[in-house]
């Protein structure tokens, strides 16, 4: 099966004009990440061109393109195959609706790696059914198209390379620019994906200095130094590239030894959480989650209260995980301050993971009405029924978070009557738009439309808050 | 020799290549859509240039817009699956002819030293360059109404 998909990413890297062969010497989390920013470079264009916002493939035959345009989508759904099989799953909600596409050739690379995704055994090269196009999508909608995917990076890259990065960094021409300091701005959104090749560059590098030397203690005092809120959103990255350099430099120190070097210093949570997700061994590993929430939060905790607080540090983004947190921090009141003193420490994360849900929740539910609005025939009724029933949860989901409240984040205070607009919305969207057993016509639109609404409320809000700051300062 | 054609539409009495056929529709005449089809042959027919051979391959198996062919297999299940895809139903089309007188991918990858196309190879897909015309000769058409799946119980708890 590995070969077979190897085959698919090869294919479409190709496609869209990139050899894998050049990103050899970079270290795994490099390689995926400088691909992908490679890989958005290349398709970005021709994103904007298709505008896949309007478009419904399904009523649509090949000779309603032209030839430009065709090529503009192979592109585009080729970036989308590359990208997914890196990791970036989100992108899995471009290639559902590329499957109703007007050609068939085209729906069996997308097929092969949707099933990948979904982990199906039975899986071959062909053009799926219409039935099986049906039961993917449908599929897909349940599993909020992404939360809880493979990442099928791990097998298809090899994780080792032959060269000595920091070595090659070194032969560089000096025209290379020297990473001396890591300037994060998180104001600009576009710049994310060029911050997140910087973060992972920069951490690898420092990392390896410190590590190569077996400096382990100056490592963790430096972690520490560097790990605060402004970090969070590049914890993915942060963590991958720093397990880069443990993999590169065969470093098997056992987690107990880490949770002790940092006991050493002036503990930060936030840290302990980074920490945590560069030793894990895979994306849920519990157990050693539990550990450090025995470490650094407490160690007098129930099994339910470990349970939230470790899902909190894997960074479980999942309606189940947000819904166990959120329940967590609405019992917290009977907890000892000392721990709850570390809880509002680590609030950014629940923040960061709440947000991530929110993004998922539009994006899976908006994609999942392009799907529905497609006029499947018998396909878009049963489609619609699993899309009520997840409906119904993520407000539930949103509901649970609403409750939840922490004083001393100012972020959080800011971001609770964001939520409730949200919530209030979605239940006159569900009111007026969802009670017949049929879609409504432009329902995808109606939906577009409460999220941009939401936008502008929350924007709003934003410039209301931001004016009470400025009078208070005149007065 | 025997080969299966699928097609989720029901032809009139003319079938043209994908290439012609989509051409058609946006309103070129039938010598233009033609001349743009037999320049796409002869780029799969110049076996000296096996880099350009290549590329015209892979376009032409991959979308059906760049392919002066009627793709066919000789596995029917094949032509069921292009059949079918959009909507459940459409039409086999069973087409005879002489052997010799298809373009064989597969073959013409392997004789040229070129490596397979691994999302492609598995259909064995054979071309009747343009239109079906003689010596092609459809001998039935099938309309598929319903996959029905037929099951023999072998375990039960």
Redesign the interface.
């Given at each position: 099966m590995e070969s077979?998909l190897r085959?698919?990413f090869l294919?479409s890297m190709e496609?869209i004009g990139l050899n894998t062969v050049k990103y050899d010497h970079l270290p795994f989390n490099l390689r995926r990440t400088n691909m992908s920013y490679h890989i958005y470079n290349e398709i970005s264009q021709c994103i904007n061109e298709v505008n896949l916002k309007d478009d419904s493939f399904y009523e649509k035959?090949?000779?309603h393109f032209?030839?430009g345009e065709?090529e503009n989508h192979?592109k585009t759904l080729n970036g989308c195959i590359a990208l997914v099989c890196l990791g970036h799953t989100n992108y899995s909600k471009l290639l559902l609706t590329y499957l109703d596409f007007?050609?068939?050739?085209?729906?069996?690379?997308i097929n092969y790696l949707l099933n990948s995704l979904l982990s199906n055994n039975e899986n071959?090269?062909?053009?799926?059914?219409?039935?099986e196009?049906i039961e993917i999508q449908s599929a897909f909608i349940k599993r909020e198209f992404y939360s809880d995917l493979k990442d099928l990076s791990y097998s298809l890259l090899n994780h080792k390379t032959n060269v000595n990065y920091p070595e090659y960094l070194l032969s560089l021409s000096a025209s290379k620019r020297p990473i001396s300091e890591l300037n994060i701005s998180l104001k600009d959104n576009n710049k994310l994906i060029e911050d997140d090749m910087e973060c992972s560059e920069f951490f690898y590098l420092k990392t390896h200095e410190y590590l190569k030397t077996h400096q382990y203690n100056t490592f963790i005092v430096w972690m520490i130094r560097m790990i605060h809120i402004e970090k969070v959103p590049f914890i993915n990255t942060i963590t991958k590239s720093i397990r880069d350099v443990f993999y590169e430099l065969q470093i098997h120190k056992s987690p107990n030894f880490w949770i002790k070097e940092l006991k050493k210093e002036r503990t930060n949570i936030l840290a302990s959480i980074f920490i945590y997700n560069i030793l894990k061994q895979d994306r849920a590993d519990k157990r050693l989650a539990a550990r450090f929430v025995k470490a650094f939060i407490s160690d007098k905790l129930n099994k339910k209260q470990l349970d939230a607080l470790s899902e909190l540090y894997q960074c479980n983004h999942s309606a189940n995980s947000i819904l166990k947190i959120s329940e967590f921090l609405n019992d917290s009141s009977n907890l000892p301050i000392s721990v709850k003193v570390k809880i509002d420490v680590v609030s950014p994360i629940f923040l960061y993971c709440i947000k991530n849900n929110i993004v998922n929740i539009y994006l899976s539910e908006k994609e999942s009405l392009n799907l529905i609005s497609q006029k499947?025939?018998g396909g878009s009724t049963k489609l619609f029924k699993v899309f009520k029933t997840r409906f119904k949860y993520n407000t539930n989901v949103l509901t649970s978070v609403a409750t939840v409240y922490s004083e001393k984040d100012e972020d959080f205070i800011n971001f609770y009557p964001k939520i409730s607009i949200l919530i209030k919305m979605r239940a006159d969207f569900e009111a007026t738009y969802m009670v017949r057993k049929s879609v409504q016509v432009n329902l995808k639109n109606y939906y577009i439309k409460l999220f941009e609404s939401w936008v502008e409320e929350t924007t709003k809000l934003e410039n209301e808050n931001l004016h009470l700051v400025s009078s208070e300062d005149f007065t | 020799m025997i080969v299966y054609h699928g097609s989720n539409i029901l032809y009139g009495p003319e079938i043209y290549c994908p290439s012609i056929f989509n051409e058609l529709h946006r309103g070129k005449d039938i010598m233009t859509a033609y001349k743009k089809a037999q320049i796409m042959l002869e780029k799969l027919n110049n076996f000296d240039d096996t880099f350009s051979l290549q590329r015209a391959l892979d376009d032409a198996q991959t979308t059906s817009d760049n392919s002066p062919f009627i793709s066919t297999s000789q596995k029917r299940d094949v032509a069921r699956q292009f059949a079918t895809t959009k909507n459940g139903q459409g039409y086999i089309y069973t087409i005879e002819g002489p052997e010799k007188e298809f373009y064989n991918f597969n073959e013409i990858r392997s004789s040229c030293n070129l490596p397979q196309h691994k999302t492609f190879n598995w259909m064995g897909e054979l071309g009747i360059p343009f239109e079906i015309k003689l010596p092609f000769e459809i001998v039935q058409i099938e309309k598929i109404i319903e996959i029905k799946e037929i099951t023999e119980l072998i375990y039960q708890k």
């Open positions: 077979t085959e698919v294919d496609s035959e090949l000779y032209t030839k065709i192979y007007p050609e068939a050739r085209w729906t069996i690379k071959t090269l062909k053009i799926p059914s219409y039935s196009k499947n025939k | -």
